[in-house]
Each structure stands twice: as structure tokens, then as C-alpha cells.
């Protein structure tokens, strides 16, 4: 009888030692930064820009989840993105990494240029539509990444005339659309 109570207690121990036991082949969560920088090319007459953008999140096996905030110059505005990030790992071949990236949210925009041309403007927030298609290529807990995209900037602002306070007031809809290229640096 001791010996069977000895036997069960130690399978009894033996299975709830090996469950707590790490399981290598399960990965969990983890934190990512990442920071981009490129340009924003459009049409003819509508102007190159700048861009940049800091994404930080969650990433889990093939998926990232995350928030970002970044900063475009546009030839007569500047707008202040704020956005949310989803990406997807299309394809992973060793350090190699093929990924979808769409981030939505929306733009403060502001036109630094409007005292000098005696404008009086007031502007609204606009939507944010940013699809990619990047590579990115990993090393420990550092990545760098190449990434295409369509970026979709939506403005609303009034702007009326100061000329001795007299003047048309003029409402306006306008999207800021460009191709993107960006260049990012990131930490795991």
C-alpha cells in the first residue's frame, strides 16, 4: 500500500512539474516600436511631401496590432496623423518577412502659410486611409523595412478673407492623395 500512495504521489508531482514546464513551441505577445520616414509622391501639380511616423503595439505569431502618430508636410499644409495599425505577415521565410499593413485614423491639419496670404482658416479633422505592402527583414530584436503604400488624407476647413474684414467665406473638401514610400527601423 506505502508503495502505490509513493508511485501515485509521484506521478502526481512528476505531471504537474512538466506542466508547468515552458512550451518552446508556442509563442507569446510581444511589444514592438517601430519608427518610419519617406516620402509622399502625387500627381502633377499637386506636390512631393515628407513623412513620418512612430507605431507601437502588440505582435503575436503572423499579427501586429497598434497605434501610431506621425507627421506629413504637404506643399501648403502640414497634418499631424493619428491612427490605429493592423499588419499581417503575407509570408515569413527565415528573417525574410512579406507583410500587409493598413492604418486608419484621422489628421489635424493646419496651413502654416495662411497670415502671410491673409487667410483666416478653420480646419477639422480628417480621415486617414494608409494601405501597404512591405519587406522586412529581422535580426534578434532588430528589423528594418521597406514599405509601399496608397495615403489617403481627407480635409474640411472654412477659410474667409481678412482684406479689412470683408470677404467670401469658402468651404472645402479636399483629399490628399499620394503614393508612399517609407523606410522603418524597429525593435522587436
Not at 480635409?155 to 482684406?163: G, I
Request: net charge positive.
Amino acid at each position: 500500500m506505502h508503495s502505490r500512495v509513493l508511485l501515485a504521489f509521484s506521478v502526481l508531482f512528476i505531471s504537474a512539474s512538466s506542466a508547468a514546464q515552458p512550451d518552446s513551441t508556442v509563442s507569446s505577445p510581444h511589444y514592438f516600436l517601430s519608427v518610419h520616414a519617406g516620402g509622399l509622391f502625387g500627381k502633377k501639380g499637386n506636390g512631393s511631401s515628407l513623412t513620418t511616423a512612430v507605431v507601437q503595439g502588440v505582435r503575436y505569431q503572423r499579427f501586429a496590432l497598434g497605434a501610431g502618430i506621425g507627421y506629413d508636410a504637404y506643399q501648403d499644409w502640414q497634418t499631424l496623423p493619428m491612427f490605429g495599425s493592423l499588419s499581417y505577415d503575407i509570408l515569413k521565410k527565415g528573417k525574410n518577412i512579406f507583410f500587409l499593413q493598413f492604418h486608419a485614423g484621422y489628421s489635424k491639419a493646419w496651413n502654416p502659410f495662411s497670415n502671410e496670404r491673409q487667410i483666416s482658416s478653420s480646419l477639422e479633422a480628417g480621415r486617414l486611409f494608409h494601405p501597404q505592402i512591405g519587406y522586412r527583414l529581422t535580426s534578434g530584436n532588430l528589423n528594418v523595412s521597406l514599405s509601399v503604400g496608397y495615403k489617403l488624407q481627407r480635409l474640411k476647413y472654412e477659410s474667409t478673407p481678412m482684406w479689412w474684414g470683408w470677404g467670401t467665406k469658402t468651404t472645402v473638401k479636399r483629399d490628399i492623395e499620394r503614393l508612399s514610400f517609407q523606410l522603418g527601423i524597429g525593435f522587436r
